[in-house]
């Protein structure tokens, strides 16, 4: 660790370790960078101590020392993006929504932070928002919703301009989910965009899609397709026209944006 700053230890006891697998054989097996990567997604920066996480409403947002690299197709460029703990201490010590310790265990306190010993090895998430509800059939209603709300809020025509020689006139049909397809859709570990949005999505199941009436393909796509007509700016040379999809305000209705 850096000689400057403060930090929280996540240090999982022996038996945490062997029930995720991590004996003495396994640890030596591992490369430096796996082991890199497991350690360091259990230390945090900054000191949080009992007294800091028990009294906070919510869970505090912790920057973890992990950052896993990925690359962004579109330009060609490396990204790297830091892991994030969520932690709350109620009882007994929550990270990430999962329970780590029991109500009797306490943190160690250090001149440089604080040890919290944890009865669970952290696993950093694998998966996005948008490939966990790809793969999860109970969402499978949720997923056509978004494919059809992504499919009519866009419609490009690009035409000779009419005010300069070279320019392009274009008619964009464009529903307001456009943000929202940004966290869901894109925000994809290869794009630039990953992780700057961090969206909570309260996804309907099926059964909650069945509840409210839609029960095939064609009942969310007929919901969906009575646009809402919107205002046309005139850009000079460039014309938006907006619409607002029914079930595009239904689907935002569901996420809580953090950027």
Known sequence: LPASGYFTLFAPVDSAMAAAG??????????VDSLK??????????????GALASALYS?????????LTVDAST????????????????????????VNVAGDTAWSAS????????????APTQNVWQIIQSRPELSMYLMAMRINDSIYRDYDFLPGPTAPGAYYSKVMVGDSISYNWVVYDNLPNTARYGLARPTV??????????????????????NSTVEPGPSIDYNTW??????????SVLKSHVIIYA
């Open 112 to 123: 440089n932070g604080y040890i919290w010993p944890v009865r669970y090895v952290l696993r």
């Open 76 to 99: 060609a460029s490396s990204i790297l993006y830091q892991q994030n703990l969520y932690v709350k201490q109620s009882g007994a010590l929550y990270v990430n929504g999962d329970v």
């Open 22 to 31: 991590l004996d003495k054989v396994h640890i030596e097996g591992l490369s």
């Open 37 to 50: 990567k497991i350690i360091l997604f259990h230390v945090a920066q900054g000191a949080y101590g009992p």
């Open 239 to 248: 014309v938006t026209t907006w619409t607002f999809l029914p079930m595009d």
């Open 60 to 68: 505090v947002e912790m920057r973890s020392l992990r950052r896993d």
């Open 202 to 223: 309260f996804a309907p199941t099926n059964a909650a899609f069945e509840a409210a009436g839609f029960h095939t393909y064609q009942d969310i796509l007929d919901y």
